[in-house]
């Protein structure tokens, strides 16, 4: 999935920050960390000039774009075969390549350290499916949002607590957990669930839930289902989408693409070139070997969830 930053890292009841370390997560962010580290040597200077930035054509010269990724499963991370891959890092190579600049390079950090990562010039763009709202808008400017999320939960064959919303949680007193930071832990918090939990990530949940240890685990509907097939067992499911509501109002969160605040012109031209995507189809066609579906596409814009 806000304060300094994270997807995810801390959480708000507004669907704030989420941290999503999924599978993948630090264990690759380990294996890649001397490849950061190097990808960061060269740095682009940026100025608010009020003309819109001139990093787009410093990269036109370099030919090359650093992503700064959170090593999530299935928005940014470093696949078992050592390179980067996820939805996010498949968009940038398709947008970047039309804008001119045809080489991606990988950046791991922390998901919490990433916008602090990208105001201080280590990389040149977020590419980690983060979350739009209003406390990452005064530190970034995002483009429009590549997809939707709701949650889902991991729970035992069968869903023998009959498990579908938060309020079903809190009803049974299921024992419920989800990840350090996620913003599930406002949502469960607002629907009244007493017993929340936290594991490191989805597959620790997923074993949880098999253990018998958790009732339910809980986190984005794509990841879920996506830990789910993975494991490749009989024992647990993924349940269908669950709404997630504040205040008494459904949430949907979104997320897209972050870039350091006097960026506009390399956020403008990169928000024309996602929007042809999305009217071809072609975004879905490319997020969707990542486990994304026609239900995660969106036409929200960054700015309505920028408003407080």
Same mark, same amino acid.
């Given at each position: 999935?806000?304060?300094?930053? #994270?997807?995810?890292?801390?959480?708000?009841?507004?669907?704030?920050?989420?941290?999503?370390?999924?599978?993948?997560?630090?264990?690759?962010?380990?294996?890649?960390?001397?490849?950061?580290?190097?990808?960061?040597?060269?740095?682009?200077?940026? $100025?608010?000039? #009020? !003309?819109?930035?001139?990093?787009?054509?410093? +990269?036109? $010269?370099?030919?090359?774009?650093?992503?700064? +990724?959170?090593?999530?499963?299935?928005?940014?991370?470093?696949?078992?075969?050592?390179?980067?891959?996820?939805?996010?890092?498949? &968009?940038?190579?398709? &947008?970047?390549?039309?804008?001119?600049?045809?080489?991606?390079?990988?950046?791991?950090?922390?998901?919490?350290?990433?916008?602090?990562? +990208?105001?201080? +010039?280590? @990389?040149?763009?977020?590419?980690?499916?983060?979350?739009?709202?209003?406390?990452?808008?005064?530190?970034?400017? @995002? $483009? !429009?949002?590549?997809?939707?999320?709701?949650?889902?939960?991991?729970?035992?064959?069968?869903?023998?607590?009959?498990?579908?919303?938060?309020? !079903?949680?809190?009803?049974?007193?299921?024992?419920? $957990? /989800?990840?350090?930071?996620?913003?599930?832990?406002?949502?469960?918090?607002?629907?009244?669930?007493?017993?929340?939990? %936290?594991?490191?990530?989805? =597959?620790?949940?997923?074993?949880?839930?098999?253990?018998?240890? &958790?009732?339910?685990?809980?986190?984005?509907?794509? /990841?879920?289902?996506?830990?789910?097939?993975?494991?490749? %067992?009989?024992?647990?499911?993924?349940?269908?989408?669950?709404?997630?509501?504040?205040?008494?109002?459904?949430?949907?969160?979104?997320?897209? @693409?972050?870039?350091? %605040?006097?960026? /506009?012109?390399?956020?403008?031209? @990169?928000?024309?070139?996602?929007?042809?995507?999305?009217?071809?189809?072609? =975004?879905?066609?490319?997020?969707?070997?990542?486990?994304?579906?026609?239900?995660?596409?969106?036409? &929200?814009?960054? *700015? *309505?969830?920028?408003?407080?």
């Amino acid at each position: 999935m806000a304060p300094p930053m #994270g997807n995810n890292s801390g959480s708000t009841r507004n669907g704030g920050l989420r941290r999503r370390s999924l599978l993948a997560g630090a264990a690759a962010l380990g294996a890649v960390g001397a490849v950061g580290a190097t990808s960061g040597c060269s740095r682009v200077a940026t $100025a608010d000039t #009020g !003309d819109g930035g001139h990093l787009l054509e410093q +990269l036109k $010269a370099k030919g090359t774009v650093r992503l700064g +990724l959170a090593g999530e499963q299935p928005y940014s991370y470093i696949g078992t075969d050592g390179k980067m891959t996820g939805s996010s890092p498949a &968009i940038a190579r398709r &947008i970047f390549k039309e804008l001119g600049v045809d080489n991606v390079e990988p950046f791991p950090i922390e998901f919490g350290s990433l916008i602090s990562g +990208l105001n201080s +010039l280590q @990389f040149d763009v977020v590419a980690a499916g983060m979350y739009i709202n209003p406390d990452r808008c005064k530190q970034v400017i @995002f $483009a !429009d949002p590549e997809y939707q999320m709701l949650d889902a939960f991991i729970v035992r064959k069968g869903n023998p607590k009959k498990l579908r919303s938060y309020k !079903d949680i809190a009803r049974t007193g299921a024992k419920m $957990a /989800t990840g350090v930071g996620y913003a599930e832990i406002g949502y469960a918090e607002e629907a009244g669930v007493k017993d929340i939990g %936290t594991l490191p990530d989805q =597959l620790a949940g997923l074993l949880a839930v098999q253990q018998g240890r &958790i009732d339910v685990f809980v986190g984005t509907a794509v /990841t879920v289902r996506n830990a789910v097939e993975q494991a490749k %067992t009989d024992e647990v499911e993924a349940t269908s989408e669950v709404t997630p509501y504040v205040d008494g109002k459904p949430v949907i969160d979104v997320g897209g @693409f972050a870039f350091r %605040t006097p960026e /506009t012109t390399l956020r403008d031209a @990169f928000n024309r070139e996602l929007h042809k995507l999305k009217r071809s189809g072609e =975004l879905l066609e490319i997020m969707r070997p990542f486990g994304f579906t026609k239900d995660q596409m969106t036409d &929200i814009r960054a *700015e *309505e969830k920028c408003k407080p």
